[in-house]
Structure formats: structure tokens, C-alpha cells
């Protein structure tokens, strides 16, 4: 069945440090990727997407490329800020059912 | 525009009791799937409705029903419940059953004792 997996937390960074948190995941077909975030006490915001082989999704200074060919969807920031600590979630999502199945979370701490 | 919105926020119930949460859906939406997301966990899905049916199923007991009425909101109900059932459970909308992006309310945080 589908899975994904990414890196475990937490995950403490100064500001303006880099950030990578790596997500690999398990799909028949060609499913979209999806990062998402959850600040403390609030459901899930969509953060990016891709949706084929290649494709990068950016937004609000995170990146992440959809890599076919090794099965990630590492997220990326050139330089994190206090404000950006939350809980990131990878996820993939059936394009026919368009059901989603996430990773356990990988926890961001920032310090100024 | 309001976006998917949960009632109640929060709530406690004791073991054997049923409950039952409230989802209305990001206006233009009309399918709605649930999730549960344990403490420290990541969400994982409990079932999807669309035009009224449940139309997909993740692994989870009979205890766990549901409902989508037609004005697309819906309801997750919850019978006889466990000190495991103890999570918060999102809602999530949608528009159709393709490959369409998800937008989540912000939950309902159900507490067991």
C-alpha cells in the first residue's frame, strides 16, 4: 500500500539556519506530494505541492522537488525564522480518491 | 469566505458513550473526508462522502459512521468509545473525487476518560 516516511524530530535550528527534512514514500501509480503544516493547536495548512515527476513546489520560502527516480520530496528554506516553528507533515495523495496519507511529522524548533 | 469549519473545538465524553462531530465544508466544495491524528501522530484516514455516499473507507471499526447531507456538510459519529479513541479529528474538503487540492478545518479535539 502507499506510505510515507520522513525524517524523525525534533528538529532545532537557529535562525536563518537551512533547513531539510526528508520525506521518501511508497505509491503505486503517480500519486501528487504534499507538505504541510500545523501550528500549535491548529488543523493542517497546505504548504506546497507537486503533482509530477520533476515538478517543484515552492511557497513562502520552502521548497521541495517531486524526485520519481528516488522517491522523495525533501522540504527545504535557505534561512528559517522563529515564526516557522510548527509540525511538517509529507503526504501523499491517490489521484483517484484523492485520499491522503501522511507521515508521522517532523517537529521544527527555531531558536532566536 | 469561510473555510471549512468544525464544531464542537473540543469535548469530553466517557468510555462507552457515543459522540458525534460537525463538519461544514469550504463554500464550493461538496466532498468531504475525515482523518484522526493522535497525539504526535500524523492523520490517518477514516472515510470520504460525496454526493451522500461514503465512497471510500480507511482501516478503521463499524464504531466509526458518518453522514453528508445536501447541503454537503457532514457528520462523523462515534459509538461506544475507547480511551484510544482519544485524538483530533480533522475535516477535510474537497471538490469531486479527482485529484483536487484539500483544505482542513482546524478540528475537534476529542478527549475519552
Known amino acids: 500500500g502507499n506510505s510515507v516516511t520522513q525524517m524523525e524530530g525534533p528538529v532545532t535550528l537557529s535562525e536563518e539556519a537551512f533547513l531539510t527534512i526528508n520525506c521518501t514514500y511508497t505509491?503505486?501509480?503517480?500519486?501528487?506530494l504534499f507538505w504541510y503544516v500545523q501550528y500549535p493547536g491548529e488543523g493542517l495548512q497546505l504548504l506546497l505541492k507537486?503533482?509530477?515527476?520533476?515538478d517543484k513546489g515552492s511557497n513562502k520560502g520552502f521548497e521541495a522537488t517531486y524526485r520519481k527516480e528516488t522517491t522523495s520530496f525533501h522540504l527545504e528554506k535557505g534561512s528559517v525564522q522563529v515564526s516557522d516553528s510548527a509540525v511538517y507533515f509529507c503526504?501523499?495523495?491517490?489521484?483517484?480518491?484523492?485520499?491522503?496519507?501522511f507521515g508521522a511529522g517532523t517537529i521544527l524548533r527555531v531558536k532566536s | 469566505d469561510a473555510g471549512v469549519t468544525q464544531s464542537p473545538t473540543h469535548l469530553i465524553k466517557t468510555r462507552g458513550q457515543q459522540v458525534t462531530l460537525r463538519c461544514s465544508p469550504k463554500?464550493?466544495?461538496?466532498?468531504v473526508s475525515w482523518y484522526q491524528q493522535a497525539l504526535g501522530q500524523g492523520p490517518q484516514f477514516i472515510f470520504q462522502y460525496y454526493e451522500e455516499e461514503e465512497r471510500q473507507r480507511g482501516n478503521f471499526p463499524d464504531r466509526f459512521s458518518g453522514h453528508q447531507f445536501p447541503n454537503y456538510s457532514s457528520e462523523l459519529n462515534v459509538n461506544a468509545l475507547l480511551l484510544g479513541d482519544s485524538a483530533l479529528y480533522l475535516c477535510a474538503s474537497s471538490s469531486g473525487l479527482g485529484d483536487t487540492e484539500a483544505f482542513f478545518g482546524q478540528g475537534t479535539r476529542l478527549t475519552v476518560v
Open positions: 503526504a501523499l495523495s491517490d489521484p483517484a480518491t484523492n485520499k491522503l496519507v
Open positions: 505509491a503505486t501509480g503517480y500519486p501528487s
Open positions: 507537486a503533482t509530477k515527476a520533476d
Open positions: 463554500s464550493g466544495h461538496d466532498t
